[in-house]
């Protein structure tokens, strides 16, 4: 216990201070965690408690996750939407997936790293879009876009790694059954949820607390993921109040999910080997191939490269959901690999997001030397 | 002028107004509640950006609505154009110490400036359309209504120290 309290603590000086500067808090909660866990100090060890309170925090980051998304407003964008989405998720993914297994790891390994290096962090890249003053942009909607693409693909990936380890069939089956279940209850309980979540008193918070701590405990109990069930169950409430249910689960989702994160840097463990070269190559490349992608989406989306360069800086760094899936079907090694191209990826991104405009209006100038440049903002 | 309006996850809601002058104005409503304003000059590359509170923002829109006329000595016009162009001032106050202790009757304010005082705010309290017998002290908020003229006159009846 008294482990989790020295661990609060510091997360919540490194909150003030990273605030304060306006920096990514994700990478020092993980590093801090390394500093304080298994491949640091020792000061702190995993414990029932601190597993189930970093449980809450993966569940309601990704009911959160389920809350956004509604399927009506991706329809209207289909075509930032779509090619965006498979420009980014084509490239990122194939390079992760060759370079992770060119360095050794298995195919399973693989699989789960390259969904890490594929995915960026949708909290990191809407805070940058926000903080830098950059909303104004044509790229930010495009980066908006592409996020909830990512989010969508996180759900594949997670219901393609849990099938693999039981019978894919029967789960499908099953979530079927739980799905259309769900869409009876918003259906016909639209009315009563609505009234009930508006209300004044602690009833509304409380409800959202224990019916998704009860959704992921009863998927337990019937052999399915939590994961897949709480974004369900969150997608399933989006269409009737999302934003008063966003406004009850707010708190549990940061709360908890920063105790998910130190945690999850407690439980990095290099006694494996501290495999340097595979953490540089991985981060250099996870770096490299969102600009490989960011500039081809550039040119197709926006018909300049220059764009590109933009989308690039403000989508580099990888977070919450990269941590997610390390923690959900990472090997020891794996979560190693991972939690370092986190802590590195979202460190240059932030840095390369404050400072994008130079960073494009010199790609351009280096493209067309005799053309004057065009800049990259809507005009 | 062309308005368009979108929803972005995890961002909030975007009005974006091109006007006919080709200028770019763009409001964001951010899910925290604030509101960021970009404004961007037609052959401009990089935007402006104001971040407001909502209240910020709600009196800025008061101003760009023209019905009201603010300036930072708090006054307020307003020109009914229907009724043959009535205009009304209003003017908010602090109270000093030469009027502190004294009711809006002793004061005659109303029989030497045509001024009526409509509203008094002391601390968190308001009193709107005091009694004659009200008296002030000093640092109570009054708000005045009048012609430009008649609060002119209440300035230099009643407000030069």
Not at chain 1, 153 to 156: G, H, M, R, S
Not at chain 2, 60 to 81: K, N, Y
């Given at each position: 216990?008294?482990?989790?309290?020295?661990?609060?603590?510091?997360?919540?000086?490194?909150?003030?201070i990273t605030k304060y500067w306006s920096w990514p808090v994700i990478p020092f909660y993980i590093l801090a965690g390394i500093a304080l866990g298994t491949s640091g100090l020792k000061l702190v060890a995993p414990d029932a408690i601190s597993a189930f309170l970093s449980e809450l925090g993966l569940i309601f980051l990704l009911f959160y996750m389920g809350l956004e998304i509604k399927p009506d407003r991706i329809l209207s964008n289909q075509k930032t939407f779509f090619s965006s989405g498979i420009i980014d998720l084509n490239i990122n993914l194939v390079i992760g997936f060759v370079a992770s297994y060119a360095l050794g790891f298995s195919l399973q390994e693989s699989l789960v790293i390259a969904s890490a290096f594929f995915i960026s962090s949708t909290a990191m890249a809407v805070a940058s879009l926000i903080e830098n003053k950059k909303l104004l942009m044509r790229e930010s909607e495009t980066i908006v876009w592409m996020m909830v693409f990512e989010d969508i693909?996180?759900?594949?990936f997670l219901t393609l790694l849990s099938t693999s380890m039981s019978n894919p069939l029967f789960l499908i089956g099953k979530l079927a059954a739980v799905l259309f279940l769900f869409y009876v209850v918003t259906r016909y309980g639209k009315r009563w949820i609505q009234k009930v979540i508006n209300r004044e008193d602690e009833?509304?918070?409380?409800?959202?607390?224990?019916?998704?701590?009860?959704?992921?405990?009863?998927?337990?109990?019937?052999?399915?993921?939590?994961?897949?069930?709480?974004?369900?169950?969150?997608?399933?409430?989006?269409?009737?109040?999302?934003?008063?249910?966003?406004?009850?689960?707010?708190?549990?989702?940061?709360?908890?999910?920063?105790?998910?994160?130190?945690?999850?840097?407690?439980?990095?463990?290099?006694?494996?080997?501290?495999?340097?070269?595979?953490?540089?190559?991985?981060?250099?490349?996870a770096i490299a191939s969102k600009l490989v992608s960011g500039l081809i989406i550039g040119r197709v989306v926006h018909g300049q490269a220059g764009s590109g360069v933009e989308i690039w800086a403000n989508t580099i760094g990888r977070g919450e959901f990269s941590i997610a899936l390390a923690s959900l079907y990472g090997s020891a090694v794996v979560s190693a690999a991972i939690a370092a191209m986190v802590i590195?990826?979202?460190?240059?991104?932030?840095?390369?997001?404050?400072?994008?405009?130079?960073?494009?209006?010199?790609?351009?100038?280096?493209?067309?030397?005799?053309k004057p440049s065009n800049g990259t903002m809507v005009n | 002028m062309a308005l368009r309006s979108i929803n972005l996850p995890g961002i909030g809601t975007k009005y974006e107004l091109v006007t006919d002058k080709n200028d770019t104005v763009a409001i964001f409503f951010l899910k925290n509640g604030n509101i960021q304003m970009y404004t961007l000059p037609h052959e401009g590359q990089t935007p402006c950006v104001a971040e407001l509170?909502?209240?910020?923002?709600?009196?800025?829109?008061?101003?760009?609505?023209?019905?009201?006329?603010?300036?930072?000595?708090?006054?307020?016009?307003?020109?009914?154009?229907?009724?043959?162009?009535?205009?009304?001032?209003?003017?908010?106050?602090?109270?000093?110490?030469?009027?502190?202790?004294?009711?809006?009757?002793?004061?005659?304010?109303?029989?030497?400036?045509?001024?009526?005082?409509?509203?008094?705010?002391?601390?968190?309290k308001n009193v709107v359309n005091p009694s004659p017998d009200f008296v002030f002290k000093e640092g109570d908020a009054v708000v005045a209504i009048g012609e430009t003229d008649q609060l002119r006159n209440f300035e230099r009846e009643y407000m030069v120290e």
């Open positions: 216990m008294e482990g989790l309290v020295i661990a609060l603590f510091i997360c919540l000086v490194l909150l003030i693909v996180l759900i594949i009833l509304p918070v409380f409800l959202t607390f224990s019916a998704v701590i009860c959704i992921a405990f009863v998927s337990q109990a019937i052999g399915l993921p939590e994961t897949l069930m709480v974004i369900a169950f969150g997608a399933a409430l989006a269409s009737t109040d999302p934003r008063s249910f966003e406004l009850q689960a707010r708190p549990f989702k940061d709360v908890f999910l920063i105790i998910f994160f130190v945690f999850f840097g407690i439980g990095v463990d290099f006694s494996g080997g501290f495999p340097l070269f595979v953490i540089v190559a991985i981060s250099a490349l590195i990826t979202s460190v240059i991104g932030s840095f390369t997001a404050k400072y994008s405009g130079t960073f494009s209006r010199l790609f351009d100038k280096a493209r067309n030397k005799n | 509170t909502p209240s910020e923002a709600r009196r800025l829109g008061a101003i760009m609505t023209g019905a009201i006329m603010e300036s930072d000595q708090e006054s307020v016009e307003i020109a009914f154009s229907a009724l043959s162009d009535l205009r009304i001032s209003i003017h908010t106050y602090m109270i000093g110490k030469s009027m502190a202790g004294r009711g809006i009757e002793d004061l005659q304010i109303r029989a030497k400036t045509g001024v009526t005082i409509i509203a008094i705010s002391r601390g968190d």
